[in-house]
């Protein structure tokens, strides 16, 4: 999904015609946004509980120095998988 939406965003269809309706491809690509935010979202949600020293997620979303009662907010985790995804597609592209 995070491949899809970086070559989705940066598309001649997208950059030509920036106005937010359904029917553009801007208003898709937001829409895909926050489909991927949710997805995210649900995922590091899945990640709660024990920690796994192996999965970087685990680790993120269960640090207990993260965020109000001892684990990062949504906001924090958010922010972790945009880091990840943005390495990710960096990686690929080399």
């Not at 958010?78 to 990710?88: D, H, I, M």
Request: proline residues 5%; hydrophobic residues 40%.
């Amino acid at each position: 999904m995070i491949t899809h939406m970086f070559a989705f965003k940066w598309s001649a269809a997208v950059q030509a015609c920036p106005i937010n309706l359904a029917i553009t491809p801007y208003g898709q690509a937001l829409k895909e946004g926050e489909t991927l935010e949710r997805c995210i979202l649900d995922w590091a949600e899945k990640k709660r509980g024990p920690v796994d020293g192996g999965d970087l997620l685990s680790i993120v979303v269960n640090n207990p120095r993260g965020g109000r009662h001892g684990r990062p907010r949504h906001d924090d985790c958010r922010s972790y998988a945009a880091a990840v995804g943005a390495v990710f597609e960096t990686c690929q592209n080399a």
